[in-house]
């Protein structure tokens, strides 16, 4: 059925508030209350003062339309040619100059169309991408915000798609990557993966690399398919799905794997960070920290966010744990961005925090709007993004 798979995800939360004692990591993974921390263990833990050592400049501050609110879709901005591009459910799709945040263009959907942008943008070869939860896609021209085509696929769509290789890969909900022609709409081919009975809410989009199309899945595997045709070429488990629950068997990949040369790395939602060899499928290392979110990427690092909140750097030819944060326990926090000497994450209160890299401590902290973020932070041109559940887009540099 169509909606059979929101609907499996949706049932983790129902399930938790029901009184499940044991899932205090998933009710933190999705959401926290404002309540002090007063040492009891599920709640989120108060943030402390630290005394900032960089200063954040807010550079400007911009609304893409109504957010994401409860959805639990994690809309995030995607940046590119010095644009940043940002959808919202009820907002349509925004163009912004990256620079000053005035806004170039502005797409909004016919109204008697009722379509809910959830998916997206993804940009690439003049195209800005965005998929509604009825399994809308719909391609923009990246420079005029002028629609180009329409797609549909038969699940909701809250990845972000992928544009590359003239093609556009559009990850729904239900497990199908469809590729599409980018010039013309045309669907070219697509693969399905099973979905578990039980997972998170949301996935993340494919990453390309030359000739493949990487997706990071919800049973804990990472699938490598040919770009040209979807057959598959490899399998690699991050992450076993064991456990005697449903719960206890989640092992999601929700954020999309990083490329880097011929490496990639993805992590799960069972606390593992997996290096792989790309074009061969073979793992590199194991690393037993990670979570669902992206993965931030330094020049000899990663930063990966676990279920419980915890901030984690991993060396990356070895997967070792460099040092970790422990202090946003239970805040939801997001995936991570590198930013300069710094690793970025927010969390469910809106608090944008940036870390050392070579020891984890806070450097500084600001807020955006006082609304939870749940997207990764967004890096281009030493400028950091943040989009909160509000779709409110905020912009800082590093001084």
Not at 178 to 195: I, K, L, M, N
Not at 305 to 315: M, Q
Request: with cysteine; glycine share 14%; net charge negative.
């Amino acid at each position: 059925m169509k909606h059979r798979s929101m609907l499996l995800r949706t049932s983790v939360v129902l399930l938790c508030a029901a009184s499940l004692a044991g899932c205090s990591t998933v009710k933190g993974w999705f959401g926290g209350d404002k309540k002090k921390d007063d040492g009891k263990p599920n709640e989120p833990a108060e943030l402390t003062d630290i005394t900032p050592s960089v200063t954040v400049q807010k550079i400007w501050s911009a609304n893409a339309g109504k957010g994401e609110g409860r959805s639990g879709v994690r809309q995030g901005p995607a940046v590119a040619d010095g644009r940043v591009f940002a959808a919202a459910i009820e907002g349509g799709v925004h163009a912004f100059d990256l620079q000053t945040g005035k806004q170039v263009w502005e797409y909004r959907p016919d109204k008697k169309a009722n379509v809910r942008l959830s998916g997206g943008p993804g940009v690439g070869e003049g195209l800005v991408v965005v998929g509604g939860l009825d399994g809308e896609v719909i391609a923009l021209d990246a420079s005029t915000g002028e629609e180009k085509w329409k797609a549909h696929v038969p699940n909701e769509v809250i990845a972000a798609p992928a544009i590359g290789m003239n093609s556009v890969f559009v990850r729904s909900n239900d497990g199908r990557v469809t590729a599409f022609d980018a010039a013309s709409g045309e669907r070219r081919w697509f693969w399905v993966q099973e979905v578990p009975m039980l997972s998170l809410r949301g996935n993340d989009g494919p990453v390309l690399g030359p000739g493949f199309v990487f997706i990071g899945n919800d049973d804990g595997t990472v699938s490598a398919l040919s770009a040209s045709d979807g057959r598959p070429m490899w399998e690699q488990p991050v992450a076993q799905p064991e456990g005697r629950t449903e719960l206890d068997r989640m092992a999601d990949i929700d954020g999309t794997p990083v490329l880097e040369g011929t490496t990639l790395f993805a992590t799960s939602f069972k606390k593992q960070t997996l290096a792989i060899d790309a074009p061969s499928g073979r793992p590199m290392w194991s690393a037993e920290h990670g979570g669902a979110g992206r993965i931030g990427l330094a020049s000899d690092r990663l930063v990966v966010t676990d279920p419980s909140g915890s901030v984690f750097g991993l060396d990356k030819n070895s997967g070792a744990a460099l040092w970790s944060q422990p202090a946003l326990a239970r805040r939801n926090v997001t995936g991570a961005a590198v930013q300069g000497d710094f690793a970025v994450v927010a969390d469910f209160d809106g608090y944008v925090h940036w870390l050392k890299l070579d020891n984890g401590e806070f450097a500084a902290r600001e807020r955006v709007g006082g609304k939870a973020v749940k997207a990764a932070p967004v890096v281009a041109d030493g400028i950091a993004v943040v989009q909160n559940v509000n779709g409110e887009l905020t912009a800082f540099r590093l001084q």
